[in-house]
C-alpha cells in the first residue's frame, strides 16, 4: 500500500492571495506556487512572517503562472535558505524574470521613501526582498519545453508534474501533480472560455484530489458589451474635457486594454486622443507576448500592431511629463490594483478633476485602493497623504481574466470522472464557501474550504 500525502495550504486559503501549497509525501516537499500576500495589512504582514516550514527543506517549486501572488515569494524564499529548482513554462520565466525584478525594485524605492520620510515603525525600513536577491532567485529557475510528445513536464524525486495551459494569461498552467500513482490537480488562476487574447483552457486530466481557485466563486461576469461600454466611457470622458486611466495589471490586462483600445480608435468608435502605456514592466510583458504569440489568439502581424501608434513611457521622465498633459488622453498604467508604481502618481493628479475617469479592469481585492476607490470611497491615501475623489470611477470586472463562477464549473464538467475530494481556495471566505455549496449541489462532488495553516491526508 502507498504511503499517504500531506497536503498543506499555507496561502490562498480564505482569501485571494499569496498562494501556497505544499505537498510532502515523506521522502519529498514540493511547493506548488510561492506568492506574495497582497490587499489588507493583516495579509501583507505575512509576507514578513518566518515561513511555515525551513525553507532548505523544500526539494522544489512548480510554478502555475508569473503573478505576483503566485511568483512573488520566492526571492525572500531563496534568501531564507531555499536551494531546490523551481519549474514553469518557458513563457512564465519570462514574464517572472520581468515580474520578480520590478516587484524588489519597488520594495526598495517604497523603503527608501519610507526612510528619507520617516514613515516607517521599523527604523530602518528594508525591503522584504533586493533586486539582487530577485536576480539570484532567477538562477534557480528552470523553464522546460514539450518534450517529443508535446507534454510540458518535470519531476522532484518521485513527484511528477505535468503543465496544461489554462488561459489565464501568458504562460499559466493548470498542474496535474502525480505522486505514489495519484493524482492531484492544481487549477491555478483558471482563464476564460473567450477571452480578448488567451485561448480557451484545456480540459481537465483526471485527478484523484482537486485544488480549484474560486476568485468570482460567487458571481457571474456582466454580460454586457465590453466594445461598447469602454467606448462609451472614453468618449463621455473625452467630451467633458477629461482623460482615462485605466490601472492594468502589465501582464495580460494591459496588453488587453490595447488590443481594445487600438480596435476602438481604428473603427471610430472613440476619439484619436494619445494613448500611453506608462509602465516599464507591461512594455516588456508586451514584447513578451510578441514573442510567445503561437501560445495566444493573436497573430504575429496583431502582435506587432500592439506596438502600433501607442506611446510607450519607459522612463521617469516620460511618465512624468504626462503631469503637464493639457489634453485629453488615455493612459494605461500599473498596478491594476493601484498598490504600487507609476499609476498612483497618475491618481494623485487625477482624481480630484470630475471631468477624469478612472476604470479599473479586473478583479480588486479587499484591503486595496482600487476595492476602496470602487466601493466609492470619497478619499483615498496615497503616499502618507489623503486625496478626494471627484473623478469618476468604473469597475468593468468582466474584463477579468478570471473565470467566473459557471465557467469554472462547466470546465469542472469535463473532468472524466469525479475526484475523491475538492479544496475550495484562492477567493475571499464568502466566494471560496459559495462555490462549495455550489460544487456540492451541482456536481455532487464532496468539497471543503481549507483553512490557513491547515493540512490533508491524501490517502
Same mark, same amino acid.
Given at each position: ?239 467633458? $474635457? ?123 481585492? $479587499? ?93
Amino acid at each position: 500500500m502507498s504511503s499517504s500525502i500531506q497536503l498543506s495550504f499555507f496561502g490562498a486559503a480564505g482569501t485571494v492571495t499569496g498562494s501556497r501549497y505544499l505537498l510532502d509525501d515523506g521522502e519529498n516537499k514540493v511547493l506548488v506556487d510561492c506568492g506574495l500576500f497582497q490587499g489588507y495589512k493583516f495579509l501583507r504582514e505575512r509576507n514578513r512572517q518566518p515561513f511555515p516550514v525551513q525553507p532548505s527543506d523544500i526539494d522544489g517549486i512548480f510554478l502555475t503562472h508569473a503573478h505576483l501572488d503566485h511568483s512573488g515569494y520566492i526571492p525572500a524564499l531563496v534568501a531564507q535558505g531555499f536551494k531546490g529548482p523551481i519549474y514553469c513554462t518557458q513563457a512564465s520565466y519570462d514574464l517572472c524574470k520581468v515580474l520578480l525584478l520590478d516587484s524588489a525594485h519597488i520594495q526598495e524605492e517604497e523603503a527608501n521613501f519610507r526612510n528619507r520620510h520617516h514613515l516607517s515603525k521599523h527604523h530602518p525600513a528594508k525591503p522584504l526582498y533586493t533586486i539582487a536577491q530577485a536576480e539570484s532567485a532567477l538562477g534557480q529557475f528552470q523553464p522546460i519545453s514539450p518534450d517529443n510528445s508535446g507534454r510540458v513536464q518535470a519531476n522532484i524525486g518521485n513527484i511528477l508534474t505535468e503543465f496544461h495551459q489554462n488561459g489565464h494569461i501568458l504562460g499559466s498552467s493548470y498542474l496535474d501533480v502525480t505522486i505514489n500513482n495519484r493524482h492531484i490537480l492544481f487549477s491555478g488562476d483558471l482563464g476564460r472560455p473567450h477571452d480578448l487574447i488567451m485561448k480557451p483552457p484545456t480540459p481537465p486530466s483526471y485527478c484523484d484530489y482537486l485544488v480549484v481557485e474560486s476568485t468570482y466563486g460567487d458571481r457571474i461576469h456582466d454580460q454586457r458589451d465590453l466594445q461598447a461600454n469602454v467606448s462609451d466611457i472614453a468618449r463621455e470622458t473625452i467630451k467633458r $474635457g477629461g482623460s482615462l486611466l485605466i490601472p492594468a495589471f502589465a501582464v495580460g490586462r494591459a496588453q488587453s486594454m490595447l488590443f481594445l483600445l487600438q480596435q476602438l480608435r481604428r473603427s471610430g468608435e472613440i476619439p484619436y486622443v494619445p494613448i500611453y502605456l506608462d509602465s516599464p514592466m507591461a512594455i516588456n510583458a508586451t514584447e513578451i507576448m510578441q514573442r510567445h504569440h503561437r501560445e495566444h489568439r493573436l497573430t504575429h502581424q496583431q502582435c506587432q500592431e500592439l506596438s502600433r501608434d501607442i506611446f510607450f513611457l519607459r522612463t521617469v521622465e516620460q511618465s512624468m511629463a504626462l503631469n503637464h498633459q493639457n489634453v485629453p488622453a488615455i493612459i494605461v498604467s500599473a498596478s491594476g490594483m493601484a498598490t504600487g508604481g507609476r499609476v498612483l502618481h497618475h491618481l494623485r493628479r487625477m482624481l480630484g478633476d470630475y471631468r477624469n475617469t478612472v476604470m479599473f479592469a479586473g478583479y480588486q481585492a $479587499g484591503g486595496t485602493r482600487g476595492a476602496r476607490l470602487t466601493q466609492g470611497a470619497q478619499q483615498v491615501k496615497i503616499f502618507g497623504e489623503y486625496f478626494g475623489v471627484k473623478a469618476r470611477i468604473e469597475h468593468l470586472d468582466f474584463l477579468s481574466a478570471h473565470a467566473d463562477c459557471d465557467e469554472i464549473l462547466q470546465w469542472l464538467r469535463k473532468l472524466p470522472a469525479p475526484p475523491k475530494h475538492c479544496f475550495i481556495t484562492h477567493g475571499e471566505a464568502e466566494a471560496a464557501d459559495l462555490f462549495r455549496q455550489k460544487i456540492q449541489d451541482e456536481l455532487g462532488w464532496p468539497a471543503s474550504t481549507p483553512e490557513m495553516g491547515s493540512s490533508a491526508i491524501l490517502d
